[in-house]
């Protein structure tokens, strides 16, 4: 299976944005997804897991949700700050793979 | 607090056999499963293959052929070997270890395997 996000999304600082990451075939709501961010020359850290849930640490301005009409997952960042661009991945499994979406660029102006 | 660091050759010929190594600090391989992730601008972030402790296996269908991922316990470490390499390799390669939740966390810092002759 395939997950899909958009390539980019830009948003003022302060406001709200909402990454999409759509899986091509399979009950999204079946296997966990998870969100990561990545800054530049830096390893994925890991934003959301199990759908919604945020290690410790991780500000509650983010969080995750999935929506079966759409089979697809969303990451919301609230109140956004400019130490929030960054590249996020979305990634889920199946019974043979591990898949990851092929990330969001995220600019805050 | 577990990190991981990988190891190995930042250039491969063509054809040639890549050989990293992931070291486990800060705790023991034993009890988990530890992934090779490779990161590339063409192909975005693909899971190669995991190991768990005692040495089970699982590759990703698309590499299963020319992957070869190893562990040694002694060392706390796990190793990957991948065959046949091409450009079409040429990644920011990453160790992780898996999750109960299907996930990877923590991850190494990753290091670039450039192919070319």
């Known amino acids: 299976f395939v997950l899909t996000q958009p390539h980019s999304v830009s948003e003022s600082p302060g406001k709200t944005v909402t990454i999409s990451c759509t899986r091509s075939?399979?009950?999204?709501?079946?296997?966990?997804v998870q969100w990561y961010q990545q800054r530049p020359g830096s390893a994925p850290t890991t934003l959301i897991y199990?759908?919604?849930?945020?290690p410790s640490g991780v500000p509650d301005r983010f969080s995750g949700s999935i929506d079966r009409s759409t089979n697809s997952a969303s990451l919301t960042i609230s109140g956004l700050e400019t130490e929030d661009e960054a590249d996020y991945f979305c990634q889920s499994y199946d019974s043979s793979n591990r898949v990851f979406g092929g990330g969001t660029q995220l600019t805050v102006l | 607090q577990v990190q991981l660091q990988e190891s190995g050759p930042g250039l491969v010929k063509p054809s040639e056999t890549l050989s990293l190594t992931c070291t486990v600090s800060g705790g023991s391989i034993s009890g988990y499963y530890w992934s090779w992730i490779r990161q590339s601008p063409g192909k975005g972030l693909e899971w190669i293959a995991y190991i768990y402790y005692n040495g089970n296996t699982d590759y990703n269908p698309s590499l299963k052929s020319r992957v070869t991922i190893s562990v040694d316990m002694s060392k706390n470490q796990f190793s990957l070997k991948l065959r046949a390499m091409t450009a079409a390799d040429t990644a920011v390669y990453y160790c992780a270890r898996d999750t109960t939740w299907g996930g990877f966390d923590p991850w190494g810092h990753g290091t670039l395997v450039t192919v070319s002759s």
């Open positions: 199990e759908h919604r849930k945020r």
């Open positions: 075939s399979g009950n999204i709501a079946s296997n966990y």
